[in-house]
């Protein structure tokens, strides 16, 4: 399967001035509202989140997190793996879920000194590292386990038709290897910039 082009896509006539930079994946009031309902419980995690924000830094967002908690306790993951923690956000949710221990160090040259299998396996990678880390992945998962990558439409970039940088090409690549990976059964799941979950068969 190509990674692109795609099909342009049809927008009514009101909507003709869109583009990329304008794209909401989910509308601002429908973030708000889930926001709004989503409890802060945790002092920790806030002081995170202030943090995030007063330096413009990317973290998962607590509707990720919660999300990532909910997947490590339905699935009764024990040995969870993630590659590129920034300060420790998504870290601190499946810590919250599962005992966690740390590695500092590139995430993939990382690798070769670690032992599967593992049960869940986080990608937060710079993006264009992102082929490269679900191919080295594979052999260290579980039959059963979860490889799960944030970021996977880009803010809507992987979308357009050309001008592609290297990491939403990188982002396409990834998702054609997840999808087209007879050994994984995948979904993107619409929540802040979307994050992809493969099951490994």
């Given at each position: 399967?190509?990674?692109?082009?795609?099909?342009?896509?049809?927008l009514?006539?009101?909507?003709?001035?869109?583009?990329i930079?304008?794209?909401?994946?989910?509308?601002?009031?429908?973030?708000d509202y889930l926001?709004h309902?989503?409890?802060?419980?945790d002092?920790?995690?806030?002081e995170?989140?202030?943090?995030?924000r007063?330096?413009?830094?990317?973290?998962?967002?607590p509707?990720?997190?919660?999300?990532?908690?909910q997947?490590v306790?339905l699935?009764g993951?024990?040995?969870?793996?993630?590659?590129?923690s920034?300060?420790g956000?998504?870290?601190?949710?499946?810590?919250?879920?599962?005992?966690?221990?740390f590695?500092q160090?590139?995430?993939?040259?990382?690798?070769?000194?670690?032992?599967?299998p593992?049960d869940i396996?986080f990608?937060?990678?710079?993006?264009?590292?992102?082929?490269?880390?679900?191919?080295?992945?594979n052999?260290?998962l579980?039959p059963?386990?979860?490889?799960i990558?944030?970021?996977?439409l880009w803010?809507?970039?992987v979308?357009?038709?050309?001008g592609?940088d290297?990491?939403?090409?990188a982002i396409?690549?990834?998702?054609?290897?997840v999808?087209?990976?007879p050994?994984?059964?995948s979904?993107?799941?619409?929540?802040?910039?979307e994050?992809?979950?493969?099951?490994?068969?």
């Open positions: 399967m190509p990674v692109g082009p795609y099909p342009p896509i049809s009514p006539a009101a909507a003709d001035s869109v583009t930079t304008d794209m909401e994946i989910t509308t601002p009031a429908v973030e926001m309902i989503t409890p802060q419980e002092p920790i995690l806030g995170m989140e202030t943090r995030a007063e330096r413009h830094f990317p973290i998962v967002g509707l990720v997190g919660r999300l990532l908690y997947l306790r699935t993951s024990r040995r969870i793996l993630e590659f590129g920034g300060f956000y998504s870290a601190y949710w499946f810590g919250r879920a599962s005992p966690v221990q590695y160090g590139d995430a993939l040259e990382t690798l070769k000194d670690l032992e599967g593992f396996i990608n937060d990678v710079d993006k264009h590292q992102y082929p490269e880390a679900f191919k080295k992945s052999s260290l579980a059963g386990g979860l490889f990558s944030d970021n996977v803010q809507g970039q979308v357009e038709l050309e592609h290297e990491n939403t090409r396409l690549e990834h998702n054609r290897l999808f087209e990976n050994e994984f059964f979904s993107i799941i619409p929540v802040r910039d994050i992809s979950l493969s099951v490994k068969k």
